[in-house]
């Protein structure tokens, strides 16, 4: 460091980014372990953030070893990996990225949705092989005069009907009633899922959705239903999501998250009625570099005793 240079503020780093954005960080922050910062007092001293993405978990009793923390920021909406109840008694802010991965989401929602529909990926496997050369590809599904149900109709959600909207389908929701929507609001998710062809998991994760997709809801759903879930692992009950889709009890799934990541359940990977992405909702260059543009931009204001650009309200 040269002299008159001013020492970059100190961050705990939990996960791992991209090599390209880690120089973003690098740049702007020196970033430490938990295992260096934590085995030695006068750096965790030093620690007056973390910085991670959303698929990491930051467990209850991270947070006491840096008493001088004073912000998590998450690339990415969700934070339920943040144990937010100690983080409010400490005071310290939250922050996470919403609105600038939005369309990127909603973008791999649809072709998920068409892939599985449309059966996709089988068709570019069968292409490959020689097998049309055999025999006809078998007929797939149209989403054309569809039903489809969409479960929190947040950010995500209102961005998937938008782009449903030109294919000619009904549109439903269960959440929050909001009334300058013209979509049907129902009252519960099983009363939804007796009524559509495709459901759409948009809603946060965390405690009070896990689960919240079980057994009688896809049975309600039916043999003929499709489930895609854009959300979180824990919001499916994935024994009950498996054992639906092995035995018909409906017609397919389409998942970008999983409870497990990123090794999801066995039992998953080889079931031919799925389309199964790792967690790539915001995974492209574009909105990354945006996402992390906005979480550097968070830790630079509250560090600098500005508020939040983002915060995280509970």
Not at 248 to 264: F, H, S, T
């Amino acid at each position: 460091m040269t002299a008159g240079a001013t020492e970059r503020l100190h961050l705990l780093q939990v996960g791992d980014f991209p090599a390209e954005l880690q120089g973003d960080i690098d740049s702007e922050f020196t970033t430490h372990t938990f295992a260096a910062a934590s085995a030695d007092k006068a750096l965790a001293e030093k620690i007056v953030g973390i910085i991670t993405r959303s698929n990491y978990k930051i467990p209850a009793d991270m947070i006491p070893t840096f008493p001088n923390l004073q912000i998590v920021a998450t690339s990415g909406v969700g934070y339920d990996g943040i144990p937010l109840d100690v983080t409010k008694a400490r005071g310290i802010t939250v922050t996470n990225t919403p609105g600038v991965l939005d369309a990127a989401v909603c973008e791999l929602a649809m072709g998920i949705l068409l892939g599985l529909l449309r059966r996709i990926p089988e068709g570019d496997a069968y292409t490959r092989s020689g097998a049309w050369s055999k025999a006809p590809f078998p007929l797939t599904t149209s989403l054309a005069g569809k039903s489809v149900g969409i479960v929190g109709l947040g950010r995500i959600g209102q961005g998937i009907a938008k782009r449903l909207a030109p294919f000619d389908v009904r549109i439903s929701y269960t959440g929050s009633n909001k009334p300058a929507f013209a979509y049907t609001h129902v009252g519960s998710v099983i009363e939804m899922a007796k009524a559509v062809d495709i459901l759409f998991i948009c809603c946060k994760g965390g405690a009070e959705t896990e689960k919240l997709i079980n057994a009688p809801i896809l049975e309600a759903l039916g043999p003929n239903g499709f489930l895609i879930n854009m959300s979180r692992g824990s919001v499916v009950d994935e024994a009950a999501l498996v054992d639906a889709l092995d035995k018909g009890r409906i017609k397919g799934a389409g998942l970008d998250v999983y409870n497990n990541e990123p090794n999801p359940d066995p039992a998953i990977l080889p079931l031919p009625n799925t389309v199964l992405t790792p967690h790539m909702g915001s995974a492209t260059q574009e909105t990354r570099r945006l996402m992390l543009k906005l979480t550097l931009d968070n830790l630079q204001a509250v560090l600098s005793g500005k508020p939040a650009l983002t915060p995280v309200f509970e």
